[in-house]
């Protein structure tokens, strides 16, 4: 390591270790906890990386686009130069394989320079402008002039599946910079050390370009008290939050709670259903190894980890089952993230396979160690699942859940019955998929995303991208946490009433300096008033 | 009054009226009760009428939004056949003169025919298209495309200062109606003919355009139990409301406590502070008489109506607030809405004028009905005023509050510690703002509307408006209630990945059979792929 790692907090440019509490974060593949030891943050010090954040607004918010684009492009290139300690430190703290680490860091830097081009380009202030009327009768109609701006300092809590893309320089973070909040990182206990050393280099980028100190601070805990504190801040003014259920909605209640309310994005997870359509099964179409794939990609470690495949009763669909099963016998253990997650997996697993009607499908039962999860697949059938509650819960793991339906009416039954999901999936040819009446419709109405003949696992990062969808798949349905639209949770309208040339921020003077596509009196255009 | 006013629930095409308990609606000019009596709806009522919109959700989403326009065009046209009728109906119920009468009128019509060019052109729909790249490495891309849907049912509260532009027919309803929701109303209780009335031509529109059944249904209330139950139903999706703190609050709590938490959109009002800089105050510029209009326009029952202006100490100030005082006394008296209006407005004003370092400073203080009210100003120093809480509430009603300030320092000071705001006021010449260094930035902090040298009553219906602000102005700060973008309260993203053509939506066809501006690839262009 060229660095050391200290387990301190990153308060703007400084760091400090006032708190007397300390944990480690440990190597799932060894077994054995990591060198480091890290300080729980205290209260005194959230309330100082929340001052600074709140202090650092007033400059931030005011910089040209492409001054916070240089701060975003400067977090990518230190976190390419640091690849070879960030990759050594996340493989440590995930037992992770080194491909996955290097893929994401690739990923987590993609974005950076996608939000870096989004900051530069304007394109996120949805500027309107209506000129004056002022012989309109019976009243003159006054000049009005919209645009977006940041809603102010940002709390985003580190994921415990994405140590980088959806953690401390992921996209939660990039998003809010892109816009002129600065963030202030709780980093997951489980990956503190990455988030150490990437924290680091948002510093020193910070430093580089000349940001306001407090643009960005990280703040480390493994107590619930640390996120509870940073969510009440008065100075914290929304939340980006990807995790568990109730760790989301704990989240979500206390910002709705607080004296003045702030949004609470969490992604909470879903069990991504996928229908399964008759010309689906067949051995020749590959969907049964494309989703064995699917469901143990990352130890089914993903959000949008397929849960739950549904089919129509018939020899195709047995014999599906059966592949998919063998399929997933076939890849062998891989190691979780935390023994804790690995032994929620079994249990959840065990549990599963104990419930009336459920059949298990995979023959191999045996978790070799503490922390490596072995794939299961089980199957039931409609009328069971629909009735048992506990087998709608998220499995986080390489499980899936097949469900058996006797006809379309019995499938379009049990679609009704689920909760609001980050997608879902139907694999089928063109024909079969336009003679089930409704179904496309009632997956919309259920999900963020829907994919036909694909797998949900590989969330693209592109405008097109929806992450996000009905509860309890997130909190607010309106908004993702994927793709450049991800900004839309960070901002809000401003209007300048009868302004003056002088001063009007440049998104909305006349000459339109920043070159950017406006709404001017109803009509889209990059020309000048 | 060519049409009855039964008093009964409006569910679908039907009428009804399960509710024992009635009550009626009262004229405040003349003293004495309507002719009318209204059925309390029941919660049987309640699940029939959102049962209803959940139907008529999965036909009236589907729609063309040609089609939505024809009927939000059918309700203008409604309104404006039954003129006559709906403005005796409104004055009797909120003796409001008949110019605001017509005047509401139009602009209510005017907003359903706004929301229809919305809902035709399908601008709402924000298509983000990323075409596939099968050659890509590491991992080929899919094609993604994303646009706009529907949430679903929406509950809308009629305001009781707007019986028309924020009631039944409202932009509340327009926009939700527009981009696909049903939607569910609850007449406010002092004017409840006046939603029957307006009810009843919605009804008739929706009959006329073949309208799903359920698209809309009125439901009638004294008692906070029916708003409870209707932000309860599991069908409700989201909820717009324009009204008090108190109310806003306690049904955002509600819709956040659910099992589902859904989006309550709630407008609460706002003091809407005024800076007075020093060249303003000059009698030439006329300020003090424009000021006394807006603050007693409407008898002061506006949400943007002026409840603080402040400026600095000297002759100028000194002179400015007299001439302010001396033209609301010039005024004279006003009937509000309600005797229960007019005695809330004249117990706060009387409070205003108790506390302490406060002085009244207009002469007229016998409000000589119990519904009839006269305007009130008074001024407080800067120190006083930030000291004391009572003085931040909202009067509603012809009441201002101006404030001392002893600098520009001190003024600063005294806006820092507001709440947020639907609106911030500046009066003065451009070099005086110029030099004012933080100020402009400060009230945009603060509020979501910024006016330069106007009043901020007179509220544009422009795409360029918005009509909301940070905490309490409204619960998130995020979404506006005026204007076309008010349509965004009520949809969420779906995202469609890998879909064949001929099951993709209308908008996202690589012919692009809408004819709508796309972002293809990353660049806005209406031309096909």
Known sequence: MQYTITGHQLLGFSESALGKNTYQTFNPQTGTATPWKFCEATDSEVHTAMELARTAFETYRELPGNHRAEFLRAIAVQLELQQEDLVSVYMQESGLPEGRARGELGRTTGQLRAFAAVAESSSWMEVRIDTAQPDRAPAPKPDIRKCMRPLGPVVVFGASNFPFAFSTA???????????????????????????????????????????????????????????????????????????????????????????????????GSINPVVVLPSATEPGKGWAKAYALSVTLGAGQFCTNPGLVLGIEGSGWTAFSKALAAEVDAVGTACMLHPKIASQYQELRTDFFAQPGVSRMTSKDE??????????????????????????????????????????????????????????SLLGDETEIKSATGLVALLGEKAGRLLINGVPTG??????????????????????????????????????QNFPEGILPPALKDDNPLGILRMVNGEMTADPI
């Open 170 to 268: 992921g996209g939660d973070t990039a998003s809010a910079l892109a816009v002129g909040c600065p963030v202030v990182v709780k980093g997951h206990p489980m990956h503190a050390g990455t988030s150490e050393a990437v924290g680091r280099c948002i510093q020193m980028a910070a430093r580089q370009t000349a940001m306001p100190e407090g643009v960005f601070s990280l703040l480390q805990g493994s107590s619930i008290g640390l996120g509870e504190s940073l969510v009440r801040h008065p100075a914290t003014k929304a939340v980006g939050f990807t995790g568990s259920k109730a760790g989301g909605l704990a989240l979500s209640r206390l910002g709705a709670e607080r004296e003045e309310p702030i949004p609470v994005f969490a992604e909470m």
């Open 459 to 496: 969330v693209e990062v592109c405008p097109g991208m929806h992450h996000g969808g009905p509860f309890p798949a997130t909190t607010d349905s309106r908004f993702t946490s994927v793709g450049t639209d991800a900004v839309k949770r960070w901002i809000r309208p401003l209007s300048f």
């Open 367 to 424: 978790d070799q160690a503490d922390t490596r999860a072995t794939g299961g697949v089980a199957v039931v059938s409609a009328a069971a699942f629909r009735k048992n509650a506990r087998l709608k819960r998220e499995v986080f793991g390489p499980f899936t859940l097949l469900v058996t339906c006797e006809d379309q009416q019995d499938l379009m039954r049990t679609l009704t019955v689920l909760e609001g999901q980050l997608t879902a």
